[in-house]
């Protein structure tokens, strides 16, 4: 019992170090908590959605039917997974009620961070794998732009249009660089992104409008950066969005990664490939049943809870199962089992959709040419 209640303390830790994370991030960014927002939504109440920035005037402008825009791109080293997925689901629900969704595909980005060997080959997974999935999910055509970076050469002109506007020393006093930093990565890359997030507002896509962007935390700075860049170009600051990760199956510190396969479920993988994966994914349990059965689990820290909270259960069933957890009135094989079952439903659909979807993908990518006599 002692080994047990060990192992407990050490998953509770885990738990206890990623609140306080997530906590102190957000005051260090001096976010707003979502829960302050007037906006009824489950992925708050359920503490998915936690954070955001200007995240109000991006609702008012939904309710003035102003047609606000979403960026939300990806960098294309794997197909989709679930944890894409839960802001992809809500991007979906939020173009449903009027907003414009741009998503740059950055093959550029997996190339230069060697997540891929190539551009071509990041560019054959951006078709191949990540927008089928993309509209499968529910985007629908005349409100979702997409474009594939090395395809779209256009949004080069704009970052070097932008480029022209940020300062070293802007730079410097976000970043923070020294004499062994290399920002020349970052002046590519954030150049890029910069241009990824302005794009809805030049004369092409109607202007400024209000924006949001879902990000991690590691991107706010960037998000800072874009901010000056767009006051200095006449448009709208955008706004952020902060969800909460869904973590790696094998760890849970870590969030689940598009070019480490072992770490999360693709929205590509097989029933068969997602219920192994699922079978040897770490859990919140602890080894021996009994034991579990008199100390119950951590769910917070859990993949196998967390997929089923994100995805497939709404408020009251989450609430219910970690309960059961937390009491030790559930294990993890009859977890995981339920969740196996829900993941293995979503995929066939999924994959169903996909087959359609593949006929579409034309009409979803970005056609309008960026007129280079306005910079
Ligand atoms: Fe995770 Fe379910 Fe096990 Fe609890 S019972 S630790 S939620 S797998």
Known sequence: MEEAKKELKEKQAIKEKLEKNYKEKIKECALHSASSLNYDSDLIKKEILIAHNDFDKFLLALKQNKKPAIVSGINPSGPLHLGHAVIFKELVNLQKQGANVFIPLSNDESYVTK???????AKEIAIKDVIPSLIALGFKPGKTYIHIDSDYLDIYNLAMHLSMKLTFNRVKGVFGFDELSTPGSFFYMGAIQQAHILLPQIKEFGGPKITTVPVG??????????????????????????FNFLPSL?????KMSASKPDTCIYLTDSPEEAELKLKRSYTGGLKSGKDQQDLGGVPEICPIFLIQKYHF???????????????GKILCGE???QCIEYVKKFLKDHHK????AKKQINKFLIKERIDIKQF
């Open 217 to 242: 935390f590691d991107q706010h700075p960037y998000i800072l950066l874009t901010r000056v860049v767009a006051e200095k170009n006449k448009m709208i600051p955008p706004g952020e969005l902060i």
């Open 353 to 356: 959709k996909r087959e359609k």
């Open 335 to 337: 977890c995981k089992k």
């Open 250 to 254: 094998l760890n849970p510190l870590e």
């Open 115 to 121: 997540k891929a060997s190539s551009l071509a080959e």
């Open 313 to 327: 259960l709404n408020l009251k069933e989450t609430e219910n199962l970690e309960n059961k957890c937390k009491n």
